[in-house]
């Protein structure tokens, strides 16, 4: 299938050379695809690891086992399969992941548990064992590649290469966090929703570095949704080379702790805004920002409950503000509402407040704002001092075509 | 808009008059729609009600109202707006609710809460006071009018008016149930989600009558889905003249009851299918049936995570056997699972069992049954007992068309 690039597509950054990560890519030949479709990624010796995983519980064995591996907090490479996710595929499922795991760490010569793998496309059909041999032979013998070739190798209905950059300083030295991502449909928050991978030459003990992804997560990847529907492979890593040569980073009180953490979350979010950039079929880029609840969790709920209605990502996409049917999600979600205190706006003009439509409402300056390709709808509660703000992307033909047409 | 009607739509069945019971319609002109667009039926005197609402918490004056009317377990009238659902609208929103009330009570002679009115439409425009008193006015002289035109007046995007019909035997007395109902978009389970209206002549007192229809709507209303959004207007009354002469239904035990019952559940489940036959854009009806769930209300959740998932719908949409996607929407409900148990089908035919797609699946068949217009999604967790069945339909370009360009 050929798609077209998302109209909200950003042009790839300008990604330096992590210290201790060398990206290769090769060609296992999944599926006839006439590109490559296995990334492998080197990590200096002591890289320091953290990941995210999905929840669903139809997980894939890559999930499974990662979920394990992370927890020894050291990896030295990654590998990630596009256009099959091996995931409901068994032991046979298992054993290729393991063969994988098995054939780096012993060119490598490092700990099986040490080599990451993920595989993402279709569900149920388990990845080939020579197919894998060979492209992970060849991507060990591949020269270094770009980041933006990487990034396109991880990717399956994606229609641009998505990275990220961010920096930071701790003591007096600058440290640098590069990522990729791919991802555009089966994305729902509640978890890491896709595969994202951020490497930084910053020197963070494990655990520190998993509460501080852990904590980014809740405000990035578990604030975005396309589709309501959440990935049996969904994974984020993050990997810490330490060849900055700061002194580590073991706990918030650090000094340096703060302005990596805020890198941290800076990189999570522009991610997770890639991802929403080419949600399938997406025309606009919508913000929900929710205020006046009775706490942070109601609003994201809240504003979740807004992010996944088809009825308001349609009329977002119809271009109409049909405030409406944002009162309609709100009162579904479940979360405590009162309609006499609810205002409801777009793009900071509010168009009912306090239960009622404004009877001086202008939809000149609303309309105008909904023509563009990015939209805020602005709820607030009136309730109390809880408030989020949740991604998402309109409802199109796109997304039809490429879902009913798509046997992914 | 002018919609094709669904091709899943059904004729309109020979609904007979049902003593005590007198629809009548008039345009009161909320919209320039050249239709009418006001429903009134009339009620024998002493008739038994019974109400499921909304639990959308930004609900209509209507449903409000509603609530506390039912406790008064009488009823003498039902007016039903379309075009307009005066929900989100205030003071002013409540005002035109008791003066339509108010209107008809006094031609009745009967107590203001004794008038059921319902509106459906557009939301947070007050219903204007002067077009809905002509309207009423002129409905209240109008002639008796068919089931059909009741049931085509009540609607908006629907595109076929729906009726139900059925019959049970009380004692040597057999009682008539008929009834109308719309919906098409906004459609979501966990209450009543559309309007609908079941008239009855026997006689069951209205608590009596109040448990069977919540007892109904739980394994009907609450079992479909077209958009998982859910409207802020749903209603379904059920009203008993009394006129058949039928010993009066008053417990379970009553000799009758059990007809009744399964009359009503029955009359029920048939509204319920016609509204997902008319789900916006729908090409083909969905029924998904769970087994082997750890209880019936996990069986429900996963069929709903099934029913709501987009991937699934528009895989279904393609005619695409795509059980992965089956698989994701499991994994993702929140309910117990288990890969290693978990067996998915379509038509009858099994495609993965016990989390391993079988080695000697034959497509064709499968392939066949997903080009009908009926098609059932068998699951089976492999945990215990429970056991679900849930109706939707596909999604398609036919939903992103009606929501994305009208204004509702």
């Not at 990206?23 to 990624?41: E, N």
Request: overall charge negative; some cysteine.
């Amino acid at each position: 299938m050929d798609l077209d690039r998302s109209p909200l597509a950003a042009p790839f950054p300008d990604l330096p050379k992590i210290a201790g990560v060398t990206p290769r890519v090769a060609r296992a030949g999944y599926k006839d695809w006439g590109r490559c479709d296995l990334t492998y990624v080197e990590l200096a010796e002591n890289t320091a690891v953290a990941g995210l995983f999905t929840r669903n519980v139809c997980c894939s064995s890559e999930v499974e086992l990662g979920r394990e591996q992370v927890r020894g907090g050291r990896a030295r490479a990654l590998v990630v399969n596009a256009g099959n996710s091996n995931a409901f595929t068994g032991y046979r499922g298992r054993e290729a992941v393991e063969q994988i795991m098995a054939q780096v760490a012993k060119r490598l010569g490092c700990d099986r548990g040490e080599v990451f793998v993920s595989s993402t496309g279709v569900i149920g059909v388990p990845l080939p064992l020579d197919k894998a041999r060979a492209g992970v032979s060849a991507a060990l013998d591949a020269p270094e590649c770009s980041w933006e070739e990487a990034a396109a190798t991880i990717g399956t209905t994606d229609t641009f290469p998505k990275g990220a950059l961010a920096r930071a300083v701790i003591g007096d030295t600058t440290v640098t966090l590069a990522a990729i991502i791919k991802g555009s449909g089966m994305i729902a928050p509640d978890m890491a929703t896709m595969l994202g991978y951020i490497f930084t030459d910053a020197a963070v003990e494990p655990a520190f570095l998993q509460d501080m992804l852990s904590a980014a997560n809740e405000r990035t990847f578990s604030c975005i949704t396309v589709d309501s529907d959440t990935s049996t492979s969904d994974t984020v890593l993050a990997f810490a080379t330490g060849r900055a040569g700061n002194a580590p980073l073991a706990s918030p009180d650090a000094p340096g702790a703060d302005a990596f953490a805020a890198a941290l979350h800076d990189i999570c979010r522009q991610l997770a805004h890639l991802v929403v950039r080419d949600g399938e079929g997406a025309r606009k880029f919508i913000e929900v920002a929710v205020t006046g609840a009775v706490s942070d969790e109601s609003a994201r709920k809240v504003g979740l409950a807004i992010a996944n209605s088809p009825l308001v990502k349609t009329a977002i996409a119809g271009e109409d503000a049909n405030w409406g049917r944002v009162v309609m999600a709100v009162g579904k979600a479940g979360e405590p509402a009162d309609r006499d205190t609810l205002s409801v706006g777009f793009g900071g003009h509010w168009v009912a407040r306090d239960g009622v439509p404004l009877p001086d409402y202008d939809e000149t300056p609303v309309a105008e704002h909904l023509r563009g390709s990015e939209v805020r709808i602005d709820v607030d509660l009136g309730l109390g001092d809880g408030r989020a703000t949740v991604w998402t992307c309109d409802l199109t033909h796109g997304y039809i075509a490429i879902n009913a047409d798509y046997r992914s």
